[in-house]
C-alpha cells in the first residue's frame, strides 16, 4: 500500500507541477483484478479501487495497519462507477447498479468484490477512515441518495448532487461520501468554492471520455494551484485546501470527506471574487 504524508500550506506553495502530482494526485487506482490502495495521512483515510474481471478480488489485510484484518478499525464507503457487480461482506451478499454505495462498518472481516459481467465490470471506488464504533453494512441505491440540484446553466455548472453517507442518510462514525454528476453543457464544480479545516476530502473523477481533461484547483483559496487531470483519477484535498474544477467537457466525481463532523454543509466560503 503507499503511503502519503501529509504537507502544510506553506510547504505547498513553493511546490513545482511534479511535487504537486506526487503529493496529491493519484493515478491508476482502477487496474483490471488489483486491489490498489492509498493510504493519506490527512485523517488517516484510504483512498482504494478495484476493478474485478478474470476473478473476484479480496479485500486484503495490510502491514500498515497493524490490524488482524482490514476493517477491524476502520469503516469503509464503497460506490460503484461501473457495470453490475457484486460486493459480499461476511456472507451477506450486496448488488451494486453503477452509482449505488455500500457502507461496511468497523468489524466486517471478510469483503470480496466481484462483476456480473468481464465485457462490463464494475469499478470500485473505495473510501476508508478509523472508526471506532459499528454502524450496520447497508446498501443505498443513487434513488436513495436525496438527490439536489445546484448551479445554473448561465454559469457552466448546474449539477446534481447525491449524497450517501452522512448526517442525515448512512451512518457512520466520520466518513461523509456522496457524488455529483454536471449537466451537458456545464464543467464547473463546487462553485462557489470552499474549504472546511473540520475535514479533508477527496475527489474521484469518472466518466470524462477519453481526450478530455479536467483542471483540478486546489491550495490556500488566495494562492490557488492547479493539476490536470484524466478520467478515474482521485485528488487528495488537505484539510486548508479549497477543491473545485472545471473540465473541457461534463463529467462526473465522487467526494469523501473524513475529519471532526459529519455535517456536509459545514463549509467556509471561498467567493469567486477573492481567488487569487
Ligand atoms: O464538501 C463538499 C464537497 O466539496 C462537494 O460535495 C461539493 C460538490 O459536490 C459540488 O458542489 O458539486
Ligand atoms: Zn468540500
Not at 176 to 188: K, Q, R
Request: proline share 6%; net charge neutral; with cysteine.
Amino acid at each position: 500500500m503507499e503511503v502519503r504524508f501529509a504537507v502544510g500550506p506553506e510547504e505547498t506553495k513553493g511546490f513545482n507541477t511534479q511535487q504537486l502530482i506526487d503529493n496529491f494526485l493519484v493515478k491508476d487506482l482502477m487496474v483490471a483484478d488489483k486491489l490498489k490502495l492509498v493510504y493519506s495521512h490527512y485523517d488517516r483515510v484510504i483512498i482504494g479501487g478495484a476493478v474485478p474481471v478474470a476473478k473476484a478480488i479480496t479485500l486484503s489485510n495490510h502491514p500498515e495497519l497493524r490490524a488482524e484484518y482490514f476493517l477491524e478499525r476502520r469503516e469503509l464507503g464503497i460506490i460503484n462507477i461501473g457495470g453490475k457487480g457484486t460486493i459480499t461482506a461476511d456472507g451477506k451478499k450486496y448488488d451494486l447498479e453503477k452509482l449505488s454505495c455500500l457502507y461496511l462498518g468497523k468489524g466486517t472481516q471478510k469483503v470480496s468484490f466481484a462483476s456480473a459481467s468481464k465485457k462490463n465490470p464494475a469499478v470500485f471506488y473505495l473510501l476508508s477512515a478509523p472508526a471506532h464504533a459499528t454502524y450496520p453494512n447497508t446498501l443505498y441505491t443513487k434513488e436513495q441518495a436525496s438527490p439536489v440540484e445546484l448551479g445554473a446553466v448561465e454559469t457552466a455548472n448546474k449539477r446534481t448532487v447525491y449524497k450517501y453517507i452522512h448526517l442525515d442518510g448512512l451512518k457512520s462514525c466520520q466518513l461523509v461520501m456522496g457524488l455529483t454528476v454536471l449537466a451537458p453543457g456545464s464543467v464547473w464544480n463546487s462553485i462557489p468554492p470552499h474549504t472546511h479545516t473540520r475535514r479533508m476530502e477527496v475527489y474521484l473523477y469518472f466518466d470524462l471520455p477519453e481526450g478530455q481533461r479536467l483542471f483540478h484547483f486546489m491550495g490556500n483559496p488566495m494562492e490557488t494551484r492547479h493539476l490536470v487531470m484524466t478520467n478515474n483519477e482521485a485528488v487528495i484535498s488537505a484539510p486548508w485546501s479549497t477543491h473545485y474544477g472545471c473540465g473541457t467537457t461534463n463529467y462526473g466525481f465522487i467526494w469523501g470527506m473524513a475529519g471532526e463532523n459529519l455535517v456536509y454543509t459545514d463549509m467556509d466560503p471561498a467567493p469567486v471574487p477573492t481567488l487569487k
